[in-house]
Structure formats: C-alpha cells, structure tokens
C-alpha cells in the first residue's frame, strides 16, 4: 500500500525556481524532487548542462544519452558522483499520482538495473552492463551531484516564495532544450505562474 504524507507528496514534483531567488546555484533552476520526507529532501537540478560529453566520462553509457549528450550538473552537492535517470516507457508505479495512468502489471518492478523513484522515471545502476538495460530505457540522462536539503530546509524555502512547487512530466528530465526548460514548465502552468515565464533574466529590466 502506498503511504502519501504531506511531507512526502512532494517526491516526483518540479521545483522551479522564482525570480526572487538569489542562490547563484539555482538561478532559473528546475529541480526533480527524487526523495522528500521528514528527513529531508532530495532532488537533481535539470536545466544545467555542462561542457563534459557523457562519453568522456561514461562511454559506455554514451550511446543511450539523449540529447544534448552531455553530463548536467545535479547541485552542488558530490559534484563527483555520477547519478543516472531514465524513463522506462509504459511503467507507472503504484505510488503514481492522480493523472498519471494505472499501474502497469509490471508495478514495482522494472528492469533489472533500473530502480523506480515515481512513476515511469527511475535511477539507473551504472555500474550495471548498458546493454542489459538499453532495450527497456528512454531518455536517459547522466548528472554530477545533487541538490540536498535538511529537515524542514525546503519547507522554509518554498513559505519564503524561494520556489514554485509544480507537476513535474517524464519529458521534462529529457528535455533536448534544456536552456529553455525554465520558461517552458511555467507556461504551461495556469494563471499567474504562466505570466512569470514572461520575467527577463535581469529582474531590474522588469
């Protein structure tokens, strides 16, 4: 049986960060929550692309990669620990949230290799062989570190309107744009939020 918390409702949901938001770190980010309790939180950022090609640091994974093929930076946190996300297309898990889909009979479970975080989007076993998991898996994508919080750290954030707290879809942590994820999860939320998309890059200009 799936327990959701208010505490815990937030894993598998999008942070994005507000104009008001300072943190150099996270400037425009939008963050995959993949863990959110009472223990803390924990989340990879998906819009920060590097220069480091998937292949120079993970060939093997390299052709697996969508694009842009490249490694992106998680957070700030173990910047060098290697962290894989895929989707596996038709798995919906049992903790999957209203709107997602019913849970496939393979619930649970998925490929060996491939461990669900919510939904159809998983963590990936690199130290796994590429080939065993290949056929199953889309978009996958590699990140150096994470964004981490403690206790309670993420709540004061979102009350002090740090971030917007949205539905996150499996194309987002595909995105081939990723330069223009930020506007684009906006827009297509409803009313105001959908306005803030329209903010320049340089609040003083608004």
Known sequence: MCRMTEVSSLTGRLLVATPALADP????????????????????VLNRPTPVTVGDVLAAWAPLAGEPGVVFQGGPVSLDAALGLAVVPGEEGPCARPGE???????????LGWRRVFGAIGLVDLEAPPELLGPALSALRIFAG?????????EAEVAEGAWYVV????????SPRPEELWRQVLRRQRGELALVATCPDDPSLN
């Open 101 to 111: 889909g019913e849970p496939s009979p393979a619930a649970g479970g998925g490929p």
């Open 25 to 44: 770190n996270f400037d425009r980010a939008v963050v995959l929550l993949l863990d959110h309790d009472d223990e803390g939180s924990l989340g990879v």
């Open 146 to 154: 994470y964004a981490g919080w403690g206790p309670g750290q993420l």
């Open 167 to 174: 539905e996150s879809e499996p194309g987002d942590v595909s």
